[in-house]
């Protein structure tokens, strides 16, 4: 997944007194008052059988995860890409440190607190009981996100009609895919995800984790005139960091924030 996606919005967050402001209909205060029972699950300690779903991490509510939504994030582990940004490599191997059966009934306890669940990664597709998981929190009432590379068009393509949103990551243009990647001809499954996207999908947003080294800014602009004029409406750029709360390597020029606001619907640079 990207190597920027997701952050714990803790209830740190939360106002703490009556005139922070409303403070009592504040979806992340009703979220830090629920009892102890409804704590999230632990990773697990015994091994668990090996047609358990990949989970690997769970953000039990976030609100940057999918922009404008209370989202509890499920991080599925197993990613065939090696992306040299990547700040997630613990998740790159497949294996299921939580228990679905245990993230599914904490899920039940946050009805009518949270508004989405997001699979993310790793590669949220790798999982092959994705298909399964997407049901069981849709049965919840959950709108259900996916943060994905675009690795396996194929199996989007089986997942797309359950999906309220994508966030789709674009690695870099054509020329410089593989080289983030750490794969050969990357670019292509990707193209196919953007294009189901375009053509059938659901409300989706293309990001890219961005530094100068490896695109710079006359080659981002080149790309993003490329996507806008595929029909992509929303386009995030995400500066490029030695870790998720450092600070940001190099900046994108003003110049060249200007033109993608003006090339996109929607332009976000975080
Ligand atoms: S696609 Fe895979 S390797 Fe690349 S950033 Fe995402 S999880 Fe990491």
């Not at 009518?112 to 590669?123: H, I, M, N, P």
């Not at 709108?143 to 994508?166: K, N, Q, S």
């Not at 001809?185 to 659901?202: I, Y």
């Not at 790309?223 to 870790?243: D, H, I, K, M, P």
Request: net charge positive; aromatic share 8%; glycine share 6%.
């Amino acid at each position: 997944m990207n190597a920027n996606s997701s952050s714990n919005a803790a209830p740190e967050g939360v106002p703490r007194t009556a005139e922070a402001g409303q403070a009592a209909s504040h979806p992340l205060r009703r979220l830090a008052a629920r009892p102890a029972y409804a704590a999230p699950p632990q990773p697990v300690i015994q091994p668990l059988p090996r047609h358990a779903p990949a989970v690997g991490g769970l953000v039990p509510f976030s609100t940057v995860d999918w922009p404008g939504q209370l989202a509890a994030v499920v991080f599925i582990s197993g990613c065939p890409w090696r992306c040299h940004y990547c700040h997630n490599t613990e998740l790159q191997t497949r294996a299921a440190r939580y228990d679905w059966r245990e993230v599914r009934e904490f899920l039940e306890t946050r009805k009518g607190l949270l508004d989405a669940v997001v699979f993310s990664g790793g590669e949220p597709l790798s999982e092959p009981r994705l298909p399964a998981m997407i049901r069981d929190v849709k049965r919840m009432g959950y709108r259900v996100g996916l943060h994905t590379a675009g690795i396996y068009p194929l199996r989007l393509a089986d997942v797309l009609r359950h999906l309220d949103w994508v966030g789709m990551d674009i690695k870099a243009d054509a020329k410089g895919y593989d080289d983030i990647t750490g794969r050969r001809d990357s670019q292509r499954p990707a193209l196919a995800c953007l294009t189901q996207l375009l053509s059938t999908g659901p409300d989706f947003e293309c990001r890219i984790t961005w530094h100068p080294d490896w695109l710079d800014e006359a080659r981002l602009l080149a790309l993003a005139v490329e996507l806008a004029r595929r029909g992509v409406r929303r386009f995030a750029v995400q500066t490029a960091r030695s870790g998720p709360a450092a600070p940001v390597a190099r900046a994108l020029s003003t110049q060249a924030q200007a033109t993608l606001r003006y090339t996109f619907e929607e332009f976000t640079y975080r």
